[in-house]
């Protein structure tokens, strides 16, 4: 009977020979020291610490060997991974340092350099203006209608009741194209509301129409050639002239303030009948100024009223012009121009600082939206 086999002489497996662990380790450390970067300190360590690195296979022969070699062997290779780990993780400290000194000095921010001096101007009050009335009436369910600003005579005057030999046509001072028949720049966005009622199969119509008009004035300080207008209209069953008025009611309150209504006096205009011009109240003085030479107000020069523009009930006349049955149907209608409206809003003197484009003019609004 054989006793157990107790006293052998190790094999000696070449990977695990004291010298090749020591050369593979000081090749590890010698790699991590040669990595210039995080990067290639990735790829020397997936190269010497990784599952197919040889002091892992080293590692992995330990098992091959007879008991009594295995703890010299795993001590061995221990102590030698063991030193592998230490120099990389002082290596990665030292390069993460040297990457945060290096993103320090290449991405610092001199906080005192002069910034951005590229002036950023501001939106135009006559937009947002412009806008803020649309959102008053969209809110109400109006649509917002554009047009062209070079518009057929036919849908500028003879739509609405203006015929060729009507006198209100030459009340205009229209411009007209000098090489084409029958088209005018339009002297206001009337037209866009004949469109969108020709476009309409039926009524209801609720539109809002904002554009850029012309007529042959003279740049001044209350006039301009080319304005900003906003007309609506409406026409639908049984409309009267209360809600015309109610409508006017609610946009000047919306606009300039709770307690600020309209009043309607008797006018002419071809598309309306009747048709009236509109005041409001001055939302300066609220109408405390009137017989109070205490209380001046400049805005309304004491009359306690302002005037907006133009309105009343659609010209019958002009629903037949558009296929629309007057029996059935009925609308009301008003138009005013915003660089008026502007000019006593914002105590805005001269109309040319409105026109001229001077950014110094636009800034005060600010970015209103
Ligand atoms: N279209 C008229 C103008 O430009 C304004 C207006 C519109 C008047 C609607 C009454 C009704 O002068």
């Not at 906080?111 to 009335?133: I, K, N, Q, S």
């Not at 809600?243 to 205009?269: C, Q, W």
């Not at 019958?316 to 609308?331: Q, T």
């Amino acid at each position: 009977m054989s006793a157990p086999n107790k006293s052998y002489d190790p094999v000696e497996v070449e990977a695990l020979k004291p010298e090749e662990i020591e050369r593979l380790r000081d090749e590890a450390i010698a790699a991590f020291a040669a990595a210039t970067g995080l990067d290639a300190l990735h790829e020397a360590k997936v190269a010497h610490t990784g599952d197919r690195s040889p002091l892992a296979l080293a590692n992995r022969e330990i098992g091959a060997l007879p008991p009594a070699a295995k703890a010299a062997a795993g001590k061995l290779v221990g102590a030698a991974r063991g030193a592998v780990n230490k120099a990389l993780a002082e290596r990665r400290v030292a390069l993460e340092a040297e990457r945060d000194a290096r993103v320090l000095v290449e991405e610092a921010v001199d906080v005192t350099l002069p910034y951005d001096r590229a002036p950023r101007g501001g939106r135009h009050p006559l937009t947002t203006f412009a806008e803020r009335l649309m959102d008053v009436f969209t809110a109400m369910g109006y649509s917002v209608a554009e047009g062209p600003e070079v518009e057929a005579e036919w849908l500028n005057f003879d739509a609405l009741n203006m015929g060729p030999d009507h006198p209100a046509r030459s009340t205009q001072d229209t411009f007209f194209l000098k090489d084409a028949d029958s088209v005018v720049l339009r002297t206001h966005t009337s037209g866009v509301q004949i469109r969108s009622l020709l476009a309409a199969a039926e009524p209801p119509v609720y539109v809002i129409c904002p554009g850029r008009v012309f007529r042959s004035d003279e740049l001044d300080a209350t006039h301009t050639p080319v304005f900003n207008q906003v007309e609506l209209l409406a026409v639908d069953e049984g409309l009267t002239m209360a809600d015309l008025k109610g409508t006017l009611d609610h946009m000047v309150a919306s606009l300039f303030g709770e307690g600020i209504s309209t009043r309607l006096r008797p006018n002419y205009f071809p598309f309306t009948e009747p048709s009236a011009e509109m005041d409001m109240v001055c939302f300066v003085c609220r109408g405390e100024s009137v017989g109070n030479p205490d209380r001046p107000c400049r805005t309304c020069s004491s009359e306690g009223w302002i005037e907006l523009g133009g309105c009343g009930m659609v010209n019958p006349r002009v629903l037949v012009a558009c296929g629309i049955d007057p029996n059935k149907y009925s609308g009301f209608a008003f138009g005013f121009g915003i660089e008026r409206m502007l000019m006593f809003r914002h105590n805005v003197e001269d109309m040319r600082d409105i026109v001229e484009g001077d950014v110094r003019f636009t800034l005060p609004f600010g970015m209103e939206i």
